[in-house]
Structures are given as C-alpha cells and as structure tokens.
C-alpha cells in the first residue's frame, strides 16, 4: 500500500493556461475524491467518483473545472483559462465503498500568477 | 452548513490535554476527524458513525453526541508530534462515505 499519490506537487501557471492534475488512488479503492484548500480553511468538496462514474459535483465547481476517472483508476482534474482566484491546494483522497475513511495525497499547490 | 470547531487555536505543555469540539447544524451520519501539518496531506485519526460505532488510533479518542450533532476529539499526554491543524470532517445522514464538509480547524501547539 502506497498510499494516494498526486502530481505535479507544484504549479506555477499564468492567468487564462489550462492546467491537468493528476490522482493514483490506493489501489482497491474505488471510490476517489477531489478537494480545494485555501490558506487557513478546511477542505472543500469538489467532486467525487465511484469506479469510473461521477456521482456528485459541487456547485463551486465552475464550468472550467472537468474531472474524469476514464478507467475507474487514476483520476485526472483539468482547470481551464484559470483566474488568480483558482490558487489553491487541490487534494485527492480516496476510500473503499464498504469503509468510510478517506485517506488522502499530499496535494497539488497550484499558483496562478 | 460548514462545521463549527472550538477553539480555534491552543497552545499546550507536553504531557498536558486537550479537547476539540465540533459542532453541526445538520443531522449527522458521521464525523471523521484528520490532523494537518503545514504543507501536509491531511492524515486520517478517527472516525464516529451514527449508532455508536468508532474506528481510530488507539491513543486518540472521540465521542459523538448525536441528539447535539456534536464531536469532541480528546487528546492526552500530549507529544511534540501532536501539533498541526485539526479538522473535523462531517457527513451528512445520506451516509455511504460520500462528501465531508470539513471545519475551520483548530490549531494546536505542543511546547516542550
């Protein structure tokens, strides 16, 4: 068990790029979470899959904002023409349907200039 | 509804406790709670389900008042590596290990 790994860690990215994150879950999850942390907040809710479906977006998910989990593995989260206000921490967890804990990566920081 | 914790900061002496409180507007299926260190994935300490069910290390412990909709997180004889963010994490009565929506968190300091 190697725990859930993301990448890039960092990204440092202009105003209006398109940036893609990358999420490798534990690997007998199937179920995979997206999370936004801004300094000095909690986590805030993204989206969520279990295996390759998407089961819930958040609101503050933007129409700029495309998760995907094509093979009910590793997720990948694409933020389009990104704003200034899109800096943050991006984090993945993951969890089995049948356990309740979701255990997370170390995140992506993302600084949009 | 985002959780509320208290305090929001508290400062201890190695070998002192300490006591976390969670509290939701909203019924609850369950509350999990996670440590953070600056720069640092949340880690996972303890989760509290609805019926009276728990799962978490062996030297933190927890309650959950589910008629309050209230958690409180216990720490005792309290080490160096004890410090960071502590947040609890709530899920709503859907249950199925779905959303967390977490709290502001509570900043805790271990000094020797």
């Known amino acids: 068990d190697t725990g859930v790994s993301q990448d890039p860690r960092h990204k440092i990215t202009k105003r209006g790029q398109n940036v893609t994150f990358r999420c490798d879950p534990i690997s007998e999850h199937n179920r995979l979470y997206w999370y936004r942390q801004t300094l000095g907040q909690g986590p805030e809710f993204l989206t969520y899959?279990?295996?390759?479906?998407?089961?819930?977006k958040s609101r503050l998910l933007s129409d700029r904002f495309s998760a995907e989990r094509p093979k009910g593995s590793f997720s990948t989260l694409e933020i389009q023409r990104t704003e200034q206000g899109d800096s943050a921490m991006y984090l993945c967890a993951s969890s089995h349907h049948r356990e309740y804990t979701q255990y997370f990566g170390p995140g992506t920081r993302l600084t949009v200039l | 509804q985002q959780p509320v914790q208290s305090p929001q900061a508290v400062i201890l002496r190695e070998g002192e406790d300490a006591v976390i409180n969670c509290s939701s507007s909203?019924?609850?299926?369950?509350v999990h709670w996670y440590r953070q260190k600056h720069g640092e994935a949340p880690v996972f300490l303890m989760i509290l389900l609805k019926g009276g069910e728990q799962k978490g290390h062996e030297k933190i412990s927890a309650s959950f008042n589910e008629k309050k909709q209230q958690s409180s997180l216990y720490l005792t004889a309290s080490q160096l590596s004890y410090s960071g963010t502590y947040f609890c994490g709530t899920e709503g009565l859907t249950g199925g290990g779905n959303k967390l929506t977490f709290g502001t968190g509570t900043q805790l300091k271990v000094e020797l």
């Open positions: 909203k019924a609850l299926y369950s």
């Open positions: 899959f279990q295996n390759e479906a998407q089961l819930e």
